[in-house]
Nanobody, 116 residues
Framework: QVELVESGGGLVQPGGSLTLSCVAS????????MGWYRQAPGKQRELVAR???????NYADSVQGRFSISRDNAKNSVYLQMNSLKPEDTALYYC??????????WGQGTQVTVSS
C-alpha cells in the first residue's frame, strides 16, 4: 500500500500564492497518472489538476491559468503551485492517483484557507 502525505497548506489572503507538496511512501509515482483533488465543507471531492506519467497536464476550468501541477519522480513527489487564490479555493487538498477510482488510501490532506 502506498501512503501519501500532503503539506504546504495554510491561511492566505485573496490573490496570494501557495505551493502544495505530496510525497509518496514508495518510489512508484513515476508509473502513475496523479491528481490533486479538493473537498470544501458540504461539497463533494473534486479533481482540480492532473498530471500524466508522461507529463501532460490538465486543469479544472475553475483553476485554469492559476494553478500548475508538476512532479519530481526522483523525489516521489507531486506539487501544486496555486496563484491568484480566491476564497472559493478554500478546501482540504489531497493528492492521489488519477482517475479517482484507482486511488490508494487517502492521506490527511492539507488545508487551504483563502480569507482576508
Amino acid at each position: 500500500q502506498v501512503e501519501l502525505v500532503e503539506s504546504g497548506g495554510g491561511l492566505v489572503q485573496p490573490g496570494g500564492s501557495l505551493t502544495l507538496s505530496c510525497v509518496a511512501s514508495k518510489a512508484i509515482l513515476s508509473f502513475f497518472d496523479m491528481g490533486w483533488y479538493r473537498q470544501a465543507p458540504g461539497k463533494q471531492r473534486e479533481l482540480v489538476a492532473r498530471i500524466m506519467s508522461g507529463g501532460e497536464t490538465n486543469y479544472a476550468d475553475s483553476v485554469q491559468g492559476r494553478f500548475s501541477i508538476s512532479r519530481d519522480n526522483a523525489k516521489n513527489s507531486v506539487y501544486l503551485q496555486m496563484n491568484s487564490l480566491k476564497p472559493e479555493d478554500t478546501a482540504l487538498y489531497y493528492c492521489n492517483r488519477y482517475p479517482e477510482r484507482y486511488s490508494w488510501s487517502w492521506g490527511q490532506g492539507t488545508q487551504v484557507t483563502v480569507s482576508s
